[in-house]
């Protein structure tokens, strides 16, 4: 029964003070309103630089993930490798036979000019074989994938990415069609046979200028074009459950002692780099929230600028309740809770508008966008811890003005009206 009182009597009192807030807030409206809006601003800085961040660290891990890095690469280590150690068909096999090893393939990259419809573009020539689409992820759009056969014929065929294709084209499906490029000082005709599409296409959409296109043939035919028997490296998907530290070093051990050429080996986890590469972006995330989160931190000293403003207008609202009993709690507690409200009303509105506009930008670009729920809590508890803070000293400066003092400070700032003057 007591507690049950005293729960009335508590929810009594916070109504009593929430009602004398929310009077004094909507009193000053307009100096409410900027103060909710300048936190709102640094809530939605925060939320929308966290969001690009995310869809950037997003982005280029698909990227990375339709090159392959989901597995292994092995090449040669140029610091201390045999003169006559090669990567051929022979390490090729020895790879295969490893009971850790699901798929192989042989990788070979030059860079060249293509020509299409008069149309001069730098292109990256990648040779591969059959496995590609299952070794580094290769998303078939229209026609097919290199087989066996242009494998065995050393045939004049090629896949294109599909931006090359609206580039170059106009449209994505240009299977059949004919494409030159400048191989080693000659040009070579090549016909089309499949449009792929590699990762999300967002850097390649956003970076066309600095990331080349796509071409990709079949590596015996890159070999005669280049006049070489070798690879530059070798793609390795490995098996399911497989601990890619483990598998490199026996792929090494294998190497080293099917060819006799200690050391001139390397094998890279590409889920490593990877995993780098994710880590360093979350470094980026959090630099740029920190940089969103100095406006919101200025945005909460407007709230020590406003409420010290208040205690001055309420000195003799203040002095007359300290006058009829009320404590300094009383006082301390209403200042606080009119912090609360202001710091609280515009996180709010800063969450609902950082959302807002990331689903919008995420819509005007194309993309999916992943929303950070964890960045989005510690925006809004920063703020609010910034904003009681910032609200204790004027609180505290309020709670302790003597009922006299108040009243006393009141009436000599209080200049007296005409009508009083005519009076006296």
Known sequence: MKLKLFILKVNKYMNEVFCCVMRGLIRKKGRS???????AIGVTAVIIISNISQCGAVAVSSELDSLGVGGLSVSLDNTNADSDAVLSDNELNIIKTSSYVEKAMPLIFQTATVNSRGENTQALLWGIDQNAKEVISLKLMYGRFINKGDIATNARVCLVDESFAKENFGYSNIVGRKITALCSGNYENFEVIGVIKTGSGLLQNMMGNYIPTFMYLSYTTMQELYA???????????????????????????LSTETGFQNSYIVESMA???EGLSQLMNIVTMILSAVGGVSLFVASLSIMNVMLVSVGEKKREIGIKKAIGACRGDILNEFLIEAFIL???????????????????????????????????????????????????????????????????CLLYTSPSPRDTERS
């Open 272 to 274: 490593k780099q990877k």
């Open 33 to 39: 309103l900027l103060t909710i809006i300048g936190i």
């Open 228 to 254: 070489m028997s070798d690879f530059h490296r070798i793609a390795v998907k490995i098996s399911d459950g497989a601990e890619p530290d483990i598998v490199g070093e026996k792929l090494v051990k294998a």
């Open 343 to 409: 710091t609280m009303s515009g996180s709010i509105l800063g969450v609902i508008l950082g959302i807002v506009i990331s689903f919008i930008g995420a819509f005007m670009l194309g993309i999916s966008i992943i929303i950070r729920y964890d960045i989005i809590a510690f925006t809004v508890i920063f703020a609010l811890f910034t904003g009681i803070v910032f609200g204790i000293y004027p609180a505290n400066k309020a709670s302790k003005l003597k009922p006299v003092d108040a009243l006393r400070g």
